[in-house]
Every structure is written in C-alpha cells, then in structure tokens.
C-alpha cells in the first residue's frame, strides 16, 4: 500500500505523529499520511456498541467503560493514545461510529453530502486529519483527475436556473450552498484508498492555503458493516 502511494505525487508517507503534523503541505502535495500496521481488534470494540443511530460519536467515557479482551484493549489504548496525540496538537478529534451518513434528495442537481467529492473549507487556516480503524476507508483523488462541478457548463446552466437572482450574486450563492466544494471524476480516474490503521492529514481549502486543497470523499458502506472513524 505505501508503494501504491509512492506514485502519487499528491502524497507524502511518514513513520510519526511528529511529521504528520510538522511537515508543510508544498509544490503538489496536500496529503500526508502516517502509515502503520495497528495491533488488537477494533472489530470487538465496535461490536460491544449498540447502535441506535445511523452515525453516534464515542466519547472516551464509554470507550473506557467497555469490558474488553486483550486484544480489544490493546486498541482502545491505541484510540486513547491517538485522541491524546490530536489533542496536544490543538485539535478536536472525535471518535465515530458509522452505519451510514445522510444523503441528498435524489431530485438534487448533484450531490452535496459526504459521498460526493468534496475538499473542506474554512475560513482560518486549519488541516483535516482522519483515521479509519474498521470498515470502508475513506478515500481521495488526485486533483489532475476531477473538475469542479460549478464549472461543467450543463450543471452551471441548471444551477442557475435554481438561483434566479442577479448575476453579480451568482457565486456567493454557490459557496452558500456548498456548490463549489464539490468535483466530479474524470472518466478512468481511480480513487485512492486511505486504508486502514492510517492517520492522513488533508490540505483544506482556505485563505492562506498554498496547496490546492485535497478532494476526498466518504467510502460506501458494507452493508451490516459500522465504520470505526476518527476525524477533526
């Protein structure tokens, strides 16, 4: 899997937390991610979960709560370890358990949820990390290999016949509604996959930015299968 990131320029592999975080986002890069091997079950911990929602957030209470095998220890010591790690950094991980996220009426132009391609915006210069310890990963696409989805002639002409308002208001209504967040794949183009056990950090969109942000989207779920995710 790491070779398979080697080929992506996109990409950058490190062996620490230190340089997961340290390392500055340059020239094509606008991932990073720290690749490792995870010890014990992450399935158990999920399993002893009784999921009454499609998505619930685990905080560190209940995960502490959890009676566990040695195996189901050693990875709730290694969630404990990672929240522990984001935190020092000034960061807000929080833990999820995911059957499946929302999605958009299927009468929308295109889609604006978690599925669709998408980069993260904010206004104050700020990274996205994640991290899937069980299920589908999530994944992301070099940014030769989409278009933004407000560029598309037949998808702008539709997007304004939505808007109906005066031309000079046409883009701000377009970041309002998150338009302009999303891309489409270009034919042939092969999604990457984060894999599991892997902390990535992504190159959000925001002004100060000197990377083109990372286009990433959520994976489809197996079905009966609950995603373990970290993510801020």
């Not at 995960?63 to 935190?87: F, M, P, S, V, W």
């Not at 833990?95 to 391609?117: M, Q, R």
């Not at 930015?209 to 299968?225: I, L, M, N, Q, Y």
Request: net charge negative; glycine share 4%; hydrophobic share 40%.
């Amino acid at each position: 899997m790491i070779d398979l990131y080697k080929a992506y320029n996109q990409i950058k592999c490190v062996t620490n937390f230190n340089d997961l975080v340290a390392i500055p986002f340059q020239d094509e890069i606008n991932s990073i991610g720290w690749t490792r091997n995870l010890v014990g079950d992450f399935s158990e911990i999920v399993n002893k979960i009784a999921l009454t929602e499609n998505l619930m957030v685990l905080n560190e209470e209940e995960l502490c709560e959890l009676n566990l095998t040695e195996q189901g220890q050693l990875a709730r010591n290694i969630l404990l370890h990672d929240l522990d790690l984001l935190k020092a950094h000034g960061a807000s991980p929080t833990l999820n358990l995911i059957k499946y996220y929302d999605k958009d009426d299927a009468d929308s132009i295109f889609s604006t949820d978690v599925y669709s391609f998408h980069v993260d915006s904010s206004p104050i210069p700020t990274d996205t990390f994640l991290c899937t310890y069980y299920g589908e990963s999530s994944q992301i696409i070099p940014n030769s290999k989409v278009q933004q989805k407000v560029l598309i002639p037949a998808i702008r002409s539709e997007l304004k016949k939505l808007y109906l308002g005066a031309e000079e208001g046409f883009e701000l209504f377009l970041s309002e509604h998150f338009f302009d967040l999303h891309y489409q794949a270009m034919p042939q183009a092969q999604p990457i996959n984060l894999g599991i056990g892997n902390m990535w950090r992504l190159a959000t969109q925001h002004p100060e930015s000197k990377v083109p942000p990372c286009v990433h989207r959520a994976p489809k779920e197996k079905t009966g299968e609950t995603r373990l995710l970290m993510i801020c």
